[in-house]
């Protein structure tokens, strides 16, 4: 079973930076999508930035220009940039790897991002 961990959540002030990195356990065959999702309190999990395939990436209408997905050759790690956050930014934020595989999916426990001054 592949296991997701996240890291690299905590507190920021308004304006700063902070950088998420996901890794998955093994090798995942047959990836779709790579993404990053947040849930912040009373809200459903929406979607932050992800890859689809080889060729496309999406961002969130929040966080374009603020944000930057990656992922290493081997696509078993990702990293989510976060520059000049907002309080809205508040959230725990997870990792997903979609497969073509009968949709299976694996996630992370998440990593919890809280920006206040």
């Known amino acids: 079973q592949v296991k997701v961990v996240e890291s690299g959540g905590g507190l920021a002030r308004p304006g700063g930076s902070l950088r998420l990195s996901c890794a998955a356990s093994q090798t995942i065959i047959g990836i779709h999508v790579m993404g990053w999702y947040r849930q912040a309190p009373g809200q459903e999990r929406e979607l932050v930035a992800e890859?689809?395939?080889?060729?496309?990436?999406n961002y969130a209408d929040s966080v374009k220009g603020r944000v930057a997905i990656s992922r290493d050759h081997a696509k078993i790690t990702m990293s989510l940039q976060m520059n000049n956050l907002k309080p809205e930014d508040t959230a725990i934020y997870y990792c997903?790897?979609?497969?073509?595989?009968?949709?299976?999916?694996?996630w992370g426990q998440g990593t919890e991002v809280t920006v206040s001054s």
């Open positions: 997903r790897w979609l497969t073509w595989y009968r949709g299976q999916e694996f």
């Open positions: 890859f689809m395939g080889d060729d496309i990436t």
